[in-house]
């Protein structure tokens, strides 16, 4: 892909991939700025009706305007190509800091969990849910501040869609036991996902873990987490 979109945005380099979109950076030429660009795959492009729902959550996610939010600038088509344009941030992901350099301080843990509690509370204030809050979602920028991204796409990604491109497995670590039981999510099944990273970030694991996405679902709704103290001595009861 090395062209421009709508005659404005050019694509430099793909920077990653889920199971919904392919993520390019990408230079605003109207603008002059660098941006992130998210195209939707072409099965996804291809179904009308999952293209308008993507849409209606990509404007009304536009609406947040946060310093730990991710800034939706635009939403667009060109011929076949859906996109969504955003912010760009330059950074990790926090699943990467995890891997690398979990378990952090409580210190660190708490400033982080602070910023992450700071863009779900402005979210919600505006009735919009995330629904997919995991650390893959959750970028860090050089300087520790936090952004986080895809708010109310995993709304737009009906459940079949989920499963058929292996996301849930990726997300089935930080799901709600709502959300596990398949019945409505509400705002605080965000509140749960933030405890898991928090625990993951305490830890360098998470809660619940097994070999199938059906076996941590069901551990959500009947097991008790290890208190994070048992495997972290370096975490205070506070």
């Known amino acids: 892909l090395s062209k421009i979109l709508s005659n ?7 920077i990653g991939s889920g199971g919904m979109a392919i993520v390019y950076k990408a230079k605003d030429l109207l603008l002059n700025r660098i941006v992130t660009i998210k195209i939707l795959r072409e099965q996804f492009a291809a179904d009308e009706e999952f293209v308008r729902r993507f849409r209606r959550e990509a404007q009304s996610a536009a609406s947040l305007s946060h310093t730990n939010i991710v800034s939706i600038y635009d939403v667009g088509k ?15 992901n926090l699943k990467d800091i995890i891997r690398n350099y979990a378990p952090l301080s409580s210190d660190l843990t708490v400033e982080l969990g ?12 505006h009735h919009i849910i995330h629904r997919d809050i995991k650390p893959h979602n959750i970028l860090v920028t050089e300087d520790g501040r936090i952004k986080v991204t895809d708010f109310g796409i995993a709304r737009a990604v009906s459940a079949a869609t989920m499963t058929h491109t292996g996301d849930i497995v990726g997300s089935v670590h930080y799901l709600s036991p709502e959300q596990a ?11 749960y996902s933030l405890g898991i990273i928090l625990y993951e970030l305490l ?10 996405p059906i076996s941590i679902a069901l551990k959500h709704l009947q097991e008790q987490a290890v208190p994070p103290s048992k495997l972290n001595p370096r975490v205070s009861p506070a």
């Not at 404005?8 to 793909?14: C, S």
């Not at 910023?115 to 204030?125: P, T």
């Not at 039981?181 to 509140?191: A, L």
């Open 114 to 125: 602070i910023q992450i509690a700071e863009a779900i509370r402005h979210a919600h204030e």
């Open 8 to 14: 404005r945005y050019e694509i430099i380099d793909k």
């Open 78 to 92: 060109d011929g076949d190509t859906e996109y969504i344009v955003m912010e760009y941030v330059e950074g990790q």
């Open 203 to 212: 830890t360098g694991k998470v809660p619940y873990d097994g070999e199938t």
């Open 181 to 191: 039981r398949g019945v409505q999510t509400n705002e605080q099944s965000d509140v």
